[in-house]
Every structure is written in C-alpha cells, then in structure tokens.
C-alpha cells in the first residue's frame, strides 16, 4: 500500500493507493445518492479514520479528531451533491472551501474505493449515521 500526506496551506490531502484483487464496481448516479445519504462515511488514512457524516438534505460534518494538524481544525461542516457519476463536496474551510468531486467503485462488503479528479485515491468504509 502507498500513503502519502501532503499538507498544503493548512489543508489536509491525503492520497492512499494500493493493489487489490477485488474488483471494485461502479456506482451509478442514480445509487450514489443512496450510497452516502444518512451514512457516516470514515475515509481510511495513515494517521487513523476520518468520520465524515452525510445528511440527505446535502449537508455533511467531519470531524478530523487527531489530524487537526494537517486539517487546521478538529471539526468542519460543508455540502454535497451528485453529479453525473461523482459525489462532490464544498467544507467551509477543509480543501480550501473549494469544490472537490470523487469517483465511487463498491468494493467488498460495506468497503468503498474513491479517487479524485486530481489524481488522489484511497478506501472508505461506509456505515450507519451515528
């Protein structure tokens, strides 16, 4: 597995990538929505799990705990929306409060695997909203 944290401005990037005998499948537009709505979604990264809880009126909260460091917060809000086969998110101040949108492939079990339009990627587990 290759994991890199990059660090830019205060912003957290994290870019996990590695080769796995599952095939991963694409979610369609139509199941995106379904995917995320009312879920807590924790991103796997070096440092630990970053919880991101989504709502299904668009709106989303993330709580960074111990990567406050690369964050620049413990805590954030943003929104999120589907658009064509792409999950897109605004934080208010996470990413630089720009627009990032993700690819979504299901892997095994309730396991994710997303990659951005910027070249990063990484693994997911998707679960109840807490």
């Not at 379904?34 to 919880?51: D, E, I, Q, R, S």
């Amino acid at each position: 597995m290759r994991s890199r944290v990059l660090i830019s401005g205060g912003v957290l990037v994290l870019a996990i990538g590695s080769a796995s005998a599952e095939a991963p499948t694409p979610v369609s537009a139509v199941d995106l929505q379904g995917v995320v709505a009312n879920k807590t979604v924790v991103l796997h990264t070096p440092a630990g799990g970053l919880p991101i809880s989504y709502s299904d009126n668009g709106t989303m909260i993330g709580r960074a705990k111990d990567m406050e460091f690369y964050t620049g917060s413990a805590f954030d809000r943003g929104t999120w929306w589907v658009v064509a086969n792409t999950i897109c998110h605004r934080w208010r101040s996470w990413l630089g409060g720009k627009d990032h949108c993700v690819t979504v492939n299901k892997m095994e079990g309730d396991k994710v695997h997303w990659k951005s339009s910027d070249g990063y990627s990484g693994t997911a587990t998707i679960g109840a909203k807490k």
